[in-house]
C-alpha cells in the first residue's frame, strides 16, 4: 500500500467520526459550511490545488450554465458541457497541459454526477411547477427549488462520498442539512455497518500480498499455462472487489454518521433516488426503534453494495444491479431512461458505453463493460432454456453452477478493467485463447440447441 493510498483510507476512516460533529451542528448554514470545508481538505491533502482546478471549473461552468440557459434547457446544456469537459480533462495532458494527479481522477468523476444531477433536479422542479404536481410518490426533489453558487459548492465538494461514493442527490444533501440530527440514531448504524469490514480486510490484505496484479501479467506466470493463469485469476478479482467493498463500506458509515439519507422507514427509500413516499409527519422514533432494532431510520438512500447478493448472485444481470447501486441508479435515470430506443439490448449497450467512458478513455473499461452485454445474452437464453427441464432440487445445483461460470467470466472480464492497457489485456486474453468469449459463444449456439418446452410454448 503506497503513502497516497494510506492517507486516503486514513481520511476515510477520520471523516466517520467527523460525520457525528457535522450531524450535531444545528444550523443549516454551519452544516453546509463543514461539508464544504471538509471536501477541501480532503482533496488539497490528495490532490492539492493543481489537482482541483478541473473540478472547480465544472462546478463553477455548471453553475453559470444553469443561469444562462434557464430551467428548460439546463439538464441539457449541463449535460454535455460536463461530460465534455471530462474528455479534455482525459486528454488535456496530450494538448501540452499539466496532467492531472492521479487521485483527482476520484473528485472529477463524483463532481460529474452531482452537478449533472444538480441541473437536473433544477429543471425537473420547474416542470412540477408548471404543471401543478405534488406527487412524492413520482417525484423525490421538493417543489421549490434554489441553489446559489455556494450550494452548488458545498454540494460539489461535499466530503461524504467525495473520493468513493455513494452518489447522492441534491435533495437528499438539503435533507441532511436541515434535518433535526439529535432524533437521528447513528452512531451504532454506523459501527454496525463496518462488522464486515475485518473479515474482508484480513484476507484483501494477505491475497494482494500474495497474488500482486504484477504477477498475473508477467511471463513467469502466463509461461505456465492456461490453466495456472485462469487459477491466479481468481485470488486476484477476489482481493480486487473486496478493495471496493472496503472503501464502499467506510463511505456508507461516513453517511451514516452524518445523516446523510437517513429517512423514515415508513418512506421505503431506495438507494440513489431516496424516498419513494412521502415523509410522515409527527414520527414516533422510539416506537421506530423498537420495530428496527434500535434504529430510528433507514439508510437505503446511501446503501451501496450487498456484499453477500454480490458474492453469490447466479447471475451477471443481478450482480451488475447490485454493484455500486447508487451510480447505477443515476446511469439508469439520467441515460438508460432517456434513451429513446425501444430494444432494451441496445440501451444497455450504449448505457454500458457511457459508463466506460465515465471510468475514463483507457482501452480497458471498454473491453470489460461491453463484454458484459453477450454474456447477460447468452446467460438469458441458456437459462431460460434448460431451467423448464430442472426439478426443484435440480434447479438448486444448477445455480450453483451459474454461480461457478459468472464468476469465472467476471474473472475474465475483470483482466481489462484492472490493466486498463490494450497490449497488457490482449497479452492475457490471448495466452488463455479469449476462453471468455469462447464460452460465451458457444453457451448460445448450445441454447439454441436446445428444445423449448412445450409447456414454455403455451405460456409464451
Known amino acids: 500500500m503506497d503513502t497516497l493510498d494510506l492517507i486516503y483510507l486514513m481520511i476515510l476512516f477520520i471523516s466517520i467520526p467527523f460525520g457525528h460533529i457535522v450531524k450535531t451542528a444545528g444550523s443549516p448554514s454551519i452544516k453546509r459550511l463543514l461539508c464544504f470545508g471538509g471536501g477541501m481538505v480532503i482533496v488539497l491533502i490528495l490532490v492539492g490545488w493543481k489537482g482541483m482546478i478541473h473540478s472547480f471549473i465544472v462546478v463553477l461552468g455548471n453553475f453559470v450554465l444553469v443561469q444562462i440557459c434557464g430551467p428548460r434547457f ?140 504484477e504477477y498475473l501479467e508477467s511471463e513467469e506466470c502466463l509461461q505456465q499455462g492456461m490453466i495456472h493463469t485462469l487459477l491466479v485469476m481468481v485470488p486476484v478479482m477476489a482481493w480486487f472487489r473486496w478493495r471496493f467493498y472496503i472503501g464502499w463500506l467506510l463511505a456508507e458509515s461516513m453517511c451514516m454518521s452524518a445523516g446523510l439519507g437517513a429517512y423514515p422507514f415508513e418512506c421505503k427509500a431506495k438507494p440513489g433516488l431516496g424516498p419513494t413516499y412521502a415523509i410522515p409527519s409527527g414520527v414516533d422514533s422510539e416506537k421506530s426503534a423498537k420495530q428496527h432494532d434500535g434504529d430510528t431510520h433507514d439508510f437505503a438512500t446511501t446503501h451501496n453494495i450487498e456484499i453477500f447478493h454480490c458474492e453469490y448472485s447466479g447471475s451477471l444481470k443481478s450482480t451488475m444491479k447490485i454493484w455500486n447501486m447508487t451510480v447505477q441508479w443515476w446511469m439508469a435515470t439520467y441515460i438508460y431512461k432517456k434513451l429513446s430506443i425501444k430494444s432494451n439490448q441496445i440501451r444497455m449497450v450504449l448505457l454500458l458505453a457511457v459508463s466506460a467512458y465515465w471510468h475514463g478513455l483507457h482501452a480497458g473499461y471498454y473491453a470489460s463493460f461491453l463484454s458484459a452485454p453477450l454474456f447477460i445474452f447468452a446467460e438469458t437464453r441458456i437459462s431460460q432454456r434448460v431451467t423448464p427441464y430442472l426439478s426443484e432440487s435440480q434447479k438448486y445445483w444448477w445455480s450453483w453452477l451459474t454461480w461457478f461460470f459468472v464468476f469465472r467470466y467476471l474473472e475474465y472480464i475483470a483482466i481489462p478493467f484492472m490493466f486498463l492497457k490494450f497490449e497488457v489485456l490482449w497479452k492475457i486474453w490471448s495466452r488463455i485463447y479469449f476462453c471468455g468469449h469462447v464460452w460465451t459463444i458457444a453457451l448460445v449456439f448450445i441454447s439454441m440447441l436446445i428444445p423449448v418446452k412445450k409447456s414454455e410454448k403455451k405460456s409464451n
Open 74 to 213: 439546463c439538464h441539457s446544456a449541463s449535460f454535455f458541457f460536463v461530460f465534455g469537459y471530462l474528455l479534455f480533462y482525459r486528454l488535456c495532458a496530450s494538448m501540452g497541459f499539466p496532467a492531472p494527479p492521479k487521485h483527482s481522477n476520484a473528485v472529477q468523476l463524483l463532481v460529474t454526477l452531482r452537478m449533472i444531477n444538480l441541473a437536473f433536479e433544477y429543471h425537473d422542479a420547474n416542470e412540477r411547477k408548471e404543471s401543478k404536481d405534488d406527487s412524492w410518490e413520482k417525484f423525490r426533489i421538493k417543489k421549490e427549488f434554489s441553489a446559489s453558487l455556494f450550494d452548488y459548492f458545498a454540494y460539489g465538494y461535499c466530503y461524504i462520498g467525495l473520493m468513493t461514493g455513494p452518489f447522492y442527490t441534491y435533495q437528499t444533501f438539503q435533507d441532511m442539512l436541515y434535518q433535526d440530527g439529535k432524533k437521528i440514531s447513528t452512531v451504532w448504524p454506523a459501527i454496525r455497518n463496518l462488522k464486515y469490514l475485518p473479515v474482508i480486510a484480513i484476507p484483501y490484505l494477505v491475497l494482494k500480498s500474495k497474488f500482486p496484479l
